[in-house]
């Protein structure tokens, strides 16, 4: 039962086969097994890295399992169609389409699996990517936002070195008025005298100035602080939103792409692994000698050949003596007076009736 599976796999003439030695039979057997097990790890492959795009299971093996499918058909197609011939150059000019053929499909398999077994370093590679991506969206980001933010904190310390400037004219004009009280300044007389009370008020008139300026000056600040926080927490909600997106940066391109960044001969080993496996069957059939199952389909091929190119023979000859007896039939048959004197009979009648026809057409014109 499992042979006669194997045997199917390897796209052998079941019918032929069954009357050639068993051990020929294992032989095929032994090519459809490679056959199967080829298209088993595709179909592997192909899930996994199918998961990794569309993140679910039954999705993954379905296609999975077409793949596997298309890649069974394929191995079984190029295994069926290489003939043992005398020559081993004729064989392998035969094969060479199908062994490149081989490296693709070998090439395909091989990449999804080499991303399952160096699945940890891969995510270490993506880990330090998302992590540089993270520095680096925020400081894109931030370009959006601190150029607004600096330009109001440039208007709040203006309003703050406004403020500032006020107290030291004010603290200046109270040194004067005291100094002026004391005698050590101004006049130099000791007491409150007018120019002491002219200094007083100016003072008193610059630190109302001076309230007033600080408590407009708070409110402007206290609106500009507003508008910095407002920006801050735009700043923060634009770099929560767009994380998501570089938390889901491990798609099949960039696994892919990180796994190139890894050693390459660890993946360069597994692939001659699969291209072994792909190619084996080829190799095999290639290296072995010509069987009896070969010898039996050349020759049924050769029955085959023969009948048709009989076939094709007679239709020609029959073609050609039926040109050649119609040629002299119709010969004679144009040397008859009979058959003269009934088709001039009946061009002339056909002659008078278009005349006829002719006239009446003319008379109703008129």
């Not at 160096?118 to 601190?146: D, G, H, P, R, S």
Request: with cysteine.
């Amino acid at each position: 039962m499992l042979q006669r599976f194997f045997i199917f796999c390897s796209g052998a003439d079941t019918d032929i086969l069954s009357n050639c030695s068993n051990g020929e039979r294992n032989k095929y057997a032994g090519i459809g097994a490679t056959v199967f097990f080829t298209a088993v790890m595709a179909f592997i492959a192909s899930g996994y890295a199918l998961y990794t795009v569309f993140d679910n299971v039954y999705t993954a093996i379905f296609f999975g399992f077409i793949w596997g499918l298309l890649i069974f058909n394929l191995d079984r197609y190029i295994v069926s169609t290489i003939k043992k011939k005398d020559s081993f150059k004729s064989e392998l000019l035969q094969a060479a389409p199908r062994i490149v053929l081989a490296v693709i499909i070998a090439i395909v398999i091989s990449k999804p699996l080499e991303m399952k077994i160096f699945e940890k370093e891969i995510n270490q590679v993506l880990l330090e990517e998302k992590n540089a991506m993270t520095l680096e969206n925020k400081e894109q980001l931030a370009l959006q936002y601190t150029p607004k933010k600096e330009a109001l904190q440039g208007e709040i310390t203006a309003l703050k070195n406004e403020i500032s400037t006020k107290e030291a004219e004010t603290n200046a004009l109270y040194n004067t008025y005291i100094s002026e009280a004391e005698g050590t300044a101004g006049t130099g007389l000791l007491g409150k005298g007018p120019v002491y009370k002219e200094k007083r008020e100016k003072h008193d008139a610059y630190l109302q100035e001076l309230q007033a300026l600080k408590e407009t000056n708070a409110a402007k600040i206290a609106g500009l602080e507003n508008q910095i926080t407002a920006l801050d927490q735009a700043y923060g909600s634009a770099v929560v939103s767009s994380q998501p997106i570089i938390d889901g940066f491990d798609g099949l391109m960039a696994r892919i792409n990180a796994l190139d960044k890894l050693p390459w001969l660890p993946s360069f080993f597994i692939f001659l692994l699969f291209l072994s496996i792909e190619t084996a069957p080829i190799i095999a059939k290639l290296l072995a000698p010509k069987g009896e199952y070969d010898f039996k389909v050349e020759e049924a091929e050769s029955v085959v050949a023969t009948w048709v190119t009989q076939k094709v023979a007679q239709r020609k000859l029959l073609m050609a003596t039926d040109s050649a007896m119609n040629q002299e039939i119709y010969e004679d048959i144009k040397s008859e007076e009979e058959l003269y004197r009934y088709k001039k009979e009946k061009a002339e009648e056909l002659l008078r009736l278009q005349a006829n026809a002719f006239h009446q057409t003319q008379t109703k014109g008129l």
